[in-house]
T-cell receptor, first 112, second 115 residues
């Protein structure tokens, strides 16, 4: 079945550092790919998405490119802030389906 | 933007009692809603798909009689944990897809503690 694997955390960085959180997937067909963020004490929020190969999703300085050849959707940000501290989830939605398959989540902590 | 609410946000109950959790889509209609369970420091595990006007679809390994789901209207789904036990303690999250914006919105979650 469909699955998502993301880099294990926790990840701790200093403010203004470069961030990469790796995400790879296994799916039949052509899934849509998502990054969700869960801030402390809050529900999941959609951060960005890409629906087809080579699409780049971006939001709040975060970017991820749908790479079909490497089945990857790595999350990047050039300069992180303390307020980016959260748990980040990579997810996919198979073609024609509505339910999401999530990766295990990566806890990110940014120190001032 | 679209909002999904859950009630209650926290509940503590005694072993053997039943607990109902509500999930509402506040400004869009959802014929389908999803119920997840999140263990500490782990990912979300899909429990079931709630379908308005028909039976819920449960994922493998999830007990239908334990976790009763009712999708009463296009904006409300409920999850009832029956005869709760301490191992049912967890964080339960619902989500609803807005088909117009093609975005899935998540509720803030319900922390269930069974004593």
């Amino acid at each position: 079945g469909d699955s998502v694997t993301q880099m294990e955390g926790p990840v701790t960085l200093s403010e203004e550092a470069f961030l990469t959180i790796n995400c790879t997937y296994t799916a039949t067909g052509y899934p849509s790919l998502f990054w969700y963020v869960q801030y402390p004490g809050e529900g999941l929020q959609l951060l960005l998405k890409a629906t087809k190969a080579d699409d780049k999703g971006s939001n709040k300085g975060f970017e991820a490119t749908y790479r079909k050849e490497t089945t990857s959707f790595h999350l990047e940000k050039g300069s992180v802030q303390v307020s980016d501290s959260a748990v980040y989830f990579c997810a996919l939605r198979g073609g024609g389906a509505q339910k999401l398959v999530f990766g295990q989540g990566t806890r990110l902590t940014i120190n001032p | 933007g679209a909002v999904v609410s859950q009630h209650p946000s926290r509940v503590i109950c005694k072993s053997g009692t039943s607990v109902k959790i509500e999930c509402r889509s506040l400004d869009f209609q959802a014929t389908t809603m999803f119920w997840y369970r999140q263990f500490p420091k782990q990912s979300l595990m899909l429990m079931a798909t709630s379908n308005e006007g028909s039976k819920a679809t449960y994922e493998q390994g999830v007990e239908k009689d334990k976790f009763l789901i009712n999708h009463a209207s296009l904006t409300l789904s409920t999850l009832t944990v029956t005869s709760a036990h301490p191992e049912d303690s967890s964080f339960y999250i619902c989500s609803a897809p807005d088909t117009i914006t093609d975005t899935q919105y998540f509720g803030p979650g319900t922390r269930l503690t069974v004593l």
